[in-house]
């Protein structure tokens, strides 16, 4: 089947995060908004018919996960990822975000250090903080014109307090798939020091041509045992608001608190019906329309950058492997993080991520989500030229 990703959704049907709340906090209906990170396309057929077939039946009682489901999800990894993982591993939780929190809960102590890796996803930060850990910051370095980790400075900030890294492979903002070399690096560390590593690969299905996503668990039985997995079908199946992710560990004392914790958080009974069918129909059905939709978010990128380097020659573009984010330098504008807010929302109307909410590394640094139609996202980038003219 060939889909249709320069389709333009109705959104006087939808009511979104990324669109409809935004509008009502600028009280602007003409915003384009390249934030949240969900796409605004429609979702792959397979999906949508699972769903259809749940509600042509009409029963929407607590589900059972079929050996289908299993075994749809086993193979996504066998045939994407080269993982062989098995069935007693995979456990759920609703979003990648409530598992964060058990296993910061379970595995570390109130004042215990957790490592994160910067720019990054502004909620690792607030879930260890909330949860009264310590956050501590291993900004990426650009080398080349590429991220890539800092080791020396990441070996420099253990300390005995250090009980957990959590990971982000994928990368969001900076689109960095990691190497198996730069993965065993930092597994390796981890491993010599008794870091757990939470590895966050909720971006996994979302490589661009030439790339392949490496789990850092499938590195070696050592670091699979040391690892956690969180996974989902939400980013790369557009299918966020399903709220069904995947908690995948080898490590039985790891599966024991996850258990637990689902216990003690009241989260053990039922999960979403809809979440179950679409999971499985996204990693049984779906390889197809997320291959065509990678070559259409791969072409938004080639838009973004042969406009900007057409129209903003001074912006720094820095190409994602993965995600389906562009990461933008514009500290070439001198602005403080609040005028560049001020300039993308009041000026250009246009609502983009901004990199000083992602710690250490971020600041002066937009996320442009190009998981849109190739016509909102060309509106939107003549919208931010114009916004730059008017500063000359
Ligand atoms: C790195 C990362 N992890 C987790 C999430 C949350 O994903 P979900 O709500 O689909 O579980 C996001 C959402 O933006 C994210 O960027």
Same mark, same amino acid.
């Given at each position: ?227 956690? !997995?969180?996974? =989902?079908?939400?980013?790369?199946? @557009?299918?966020?608001?399903? /709220?069904?992710? %995947? ?112 710690? !250490?590394?971020? =600041?002066?640094?937009?996320?442009? @989500?190009?998981?849109?139609? /190739?016509?909102? %996202? ?15």
């Amino acid at each position: 089947m060939k889909y249709n990703f320069d389709e333009v959704l109705d959104r006087s049907k939808l009511s979104t995060m990324k669109w409809e709340a935004q509008m009502k906090r600028k009280n602007d209906d003409s915003l384009l908004c390249f934030g949240t990170a969900d796409m605004d396309f429609k979702s792959a057929q397979p999906i949508i018919d699972a769903i259809q077939k749940v509600v042509d039946v009409g029963h929407f009682g607590y589900p059972y996960k079929r050996q289908s489901y299993y075994d749809a999800i086993i193979g996504w990894f066998k045939r994407r990822c080269n993982w062989e993982i098995r069935q007693e591993w995979i456990a759920n939780s609703l979003s990648i975000y409530p598992a964060f929190q058990s296993f910061i809960d379970g595995l570390t102590e109130v004042g215990d250090e957790v490592i994160i890796q910067t720019p990054v996803h502004f909620v690792f930060e607030e879930i260890i903080h909330a949860n009264g850990r310590i956050t501590v910051e291993n900004p990426l370095q650009i080398k080349d014109g590429k991220y890539i980790f800092n080791i020396e400075d990441f070996k420099a900030k253990i300390s005995p307090k250090t009980k957990l890294l959590i990971l982000c492979n994928p990368q969001n903002p900076v689109g960095r798939v990691w190497t198996r070399e730069e993965l065993t690096e930092i597994a390796n560390i981890c491993l010599q020091h008794g870091i757990v590593i939470l590895s966050d690969e909720v971006y996994m299905g979302l490589t661009y041509e030439g790339y392949t996503h490496i789990p850092i668990a499938s590195i070696s039985k050592e670091v699979s045992l040391n690892t956690i !997995t969180l996974a =989902s079908p939400s980013k790369s199946f @557009n299918v966020t608001g399903l /709220k069904h992710s %995947l908690v995948i560990t080898e490590n039985q004392k790891f599966q024991e608190i996850y258990q637990n914790e689902l216990l003690k958080n009241d989260q053990h009974f039922g999960e979403s019906i809809f979440g179950h069918v679409a999971t499985e129909a996204a990693f049984a059905h779906c390889d197809e329309w997320i291959e065509q939709l990678m070559t259409y978010v791969e072409g938004n990128y080639h838009t973004v950058y042969e406009f900007m380097k057409i129209n903003l020659p001074e912006v720094k573009v820095y190409k994602p492997e993965s995600t389906y984010f562009v990461w933008l330098d514009f500290n070439f504008l001198g602005m403080s993080d609040s005028e560049l807010t001020s300039f993308f929302e009041d000026q250009a109307r246009t609502i983009v991520n901004q990199g000083y909410s992602l710690g !250490t590394g971020g =600041s002066g640094f937009i996320r442009i @989500n190009i998981g849109c139609p /190739k016509q909102i %996202l060309e509106q939107g980038l003549q919208r931010i030229k114009n916004a730059y003219d008017q500063l000359k």
